[in-house]
């Protein structure tokens, strides 16, 4: 839905014309899966594909919610009551917004908000982080709050930890709110510094296909959780502030120190980081064409070392490379979600058949595979 025609549901809905219109986008990870609350390396890009939100400042504290999809009905709420136990379903993202910025101690006005989002659902896309970062920079330009992006990144992180209940890092909405058309963002988490990196599949002849298994996932759900801590033992265990300060020639002493999944758990952050790296290098030098084997390597390493893969995800990458991708993997937090698959464009067409074909053979739910590409980040759009 374009913004005007947003605007004027607003009016429908509301009685009166937004203070304006705002989107943020989803986001695909190319590289760099887990390393984020480790304080590691992460090379996501923005993607076209994006929430908008159309906000109008009241003058109570109350808080008047409405989506574009779905049956879910207007949600309302009093800011000076806001508790993460008490938000539902899609709410919880923009409450946790205005949550998390009263903490900081901006003034959140009351507002009436309408959302409308291409972003999938549980597609490991990001959709929620891209309802978060379009809101706080409604909220940011409404206030006069006057934060830059690192400090929105900081915010929503807050949001998502302490009241989604959700215990993200920061490398979704870095993406979002950080992103650049034609780019991916290079982002070291531990000091938040980024450098866009160049990354055009198509002039290369290549397209980035994201294959979503319809396979829901959800952060707050325990198998994300666990990895952190898993991730946090073995920084414990091995002395160190954060699995960024292991090296790849320590693994093989850190394999004498820790128990077997703890291991496999930060070998494949150690290696992870180490790949993205590597990614960056070659984007620089010798562009997207060369870096399908760093792709396969990622996802063998969360499918075995991470655990965080499922059939209907190594389905996606097996076939896909079986039929000309150059590079794929699994992408996103994980136990389901969305496969991307780095391909020839004369090999579309192919490697989308192959997967319907595929995961029809298997019984599966028939997948929803699209292309993306590298988009701006969060803005004002009316």
């Known amino acids: ?60 504290s109350t808080v008047r919610l409405l989506s574009t999809y779905g049956d879910h009905g207007m949600v309302t709420a009093d800011l000076g009551t806001l508790a993460a136990a ?36 549980g597609a490991g896309l990001s959709s929620s982080h891209a309802i978060e970062c379009a809101v706080i920079t409604a909220l940011n330009d409404l206030t006069g709050a006057g934060l830059e992006p690192e400090e929105m990144v900081l915010a929503t992180q807050r949001a998502e930890n302490d009241f989604v209940g ?41 397209v980035m296909l994201v294959i979503d298994t319809r396979v829901s996932h959800s952060h707050s759900d325990g198998g994300y959780a666990s990895r952190r801590a898993s991730c946090e033992l073995g920084a414990e265990v091995l002395g160190v502030k954060a699995l960024r300060d292991v090296r790849l020639e320590d693994l093989d002493e850190a394999a004498g120190l820790l128990d077997e999944v703890t291991y496999r758990r930060v070998r494949h952050i150690v290696t992870e980081n180490d790949r993205v790296l590597q990614t960056v290098e070659l984007l ?8 399908g084997a760093l792709l396969d390597a990622s996802h063998v390493s969360m499918r075995d070392d991470f655990e965080i893969s499922c059939p209907e995800l ?56 699209f292309t993306v590409t590298p988009a701006a980040g969060a803005m004002r759009i009316s």
């Open 1 to 60: 839905m374009g913004s005007a025609d947003l605007a004027a549901r607003f009016e429908q809905e509301f009685g009166r014309l937004p203070d304006g219109v705002w989107q943020a986008p989803g986001r695909v990870n190319l590289i760099g899966e887990h390393t984020d609350y480790n304080e590691g390396f992460v090379l996501p890009f923005a993607i076209d594909k994006t929430a908008r939100v159309a906000v109008g400042v009241r003058p109570d």
């Open 86 to 121: 008490s938000a539902k379903g899609w709410t919880k993202y923009p409450l946790g917004v205005m949550w998390a910025l009263q903490q900081q101690g901006i003034t959140v006005p009351g507002v009436d908000l309408l959302l409308d989002s291409n972003v999938p659902l």
């Open 166 to 206: 959700a215990p993200t890092g920061i490398m979704d909405q870095s993406a979002s709110l950080r992103g650049s058309k034609g780019h991916a963002v290079f982002l070291d988490c531990r000091d938040q510094s980024v450098q866009l990196v160049r990354f055009e599949a198509e002039p290369a002849g290549l």
């Open 284 to 291: 620089a030098s010798a562009g997207p064409g060369s870096i």
């Open 314 to 369: 190594d389905l996606a990458v097996s076939t896909s490379r079986a039929n000309g991708a150059i590079g794929a993997r699994m992408t996103g937090g994980g136990f389901g979600g969305a496969a991307i698959a780095l391909t020839p464009v004369t090999s579309e067409q192919q490697v989308r058949a192959a997967v319907v074909r595929a995961f029809a053979d298997a019984g599966y739910a028939a997948p929803d595979i």
